[in-house]
């Protein structure tokens, strides 16, 4: 019986990150819509792995796509953002007419702040890497430049 409630629950993981993308454009990424689960890495980190870093959930999904794929990835990122003129885009690069990362602060849920975050660089194998990010929780975007060791904080 422990084994099977433990199984579950291990299960069930994955699908309450999901939860917390559903109001934004880019759900159907998280929900394997865009680009199948299997050909994706997913990583979820929740509770007291999380804390550690002011944050409640960090989501993140990692994938090799086609141009197509790309496209639709990229505009669903942009649509969340409200373009990347917006106030909510921190930061942003562009490459080859593409959108190569992007980091946006969303509006808040509840108490938490709300950060999604973008990357997109070519593969070996002609394909593009992407790497879409999203985290909540108290940290600042100041706490995810020192996290993540950066000085910048402008958009280009």
């Known amino acids: 019986m422990k084994r099977i409630l433990f199984f579950m629950l291990a299960l069930s993981i994955p699908s309450l990150a999901v939860i917390a993308q559903k109001d934004l454009g880019v759900a159907p990424i998280f929900e394997g819509k865009i680009v199948p689960q299997k050909q994706m ?12 870093y002011k944050l409640s959930l960090f989501h993140s999904l990692k994938m090799e796509v086609d141009t197509e794929e790309c496209q639709s990835i ?3 990122v942009r649509k969340d953002c409200g373009g990347l003129e917006s106030p909510c885009v921190q930061e942003y690069g562009m490459k080859e007419g593409r959108l190569s990362y992007l980091i946006a602060q969303l509006p808040n849920r509840q108490d938490e702040h709300v950060f999604l975050c973008y990357q997109c660089y070519g593969a070996a194998n002609g394909k593009l890497c992407i790497t879409l990010v999203y985290m909540e929780g108290p940290a600042t975007m100041q706490d995810l430049y020192k996290m993540f060791k950066t000085d910048k904080n402008k958009k280009k």
């Open 41 to 52: 890495v997913e990583t979820v980190v929740k509770g007291e792995q999380a804390k550690s």
């Open 74 to 76: 990229e505009e669903l």
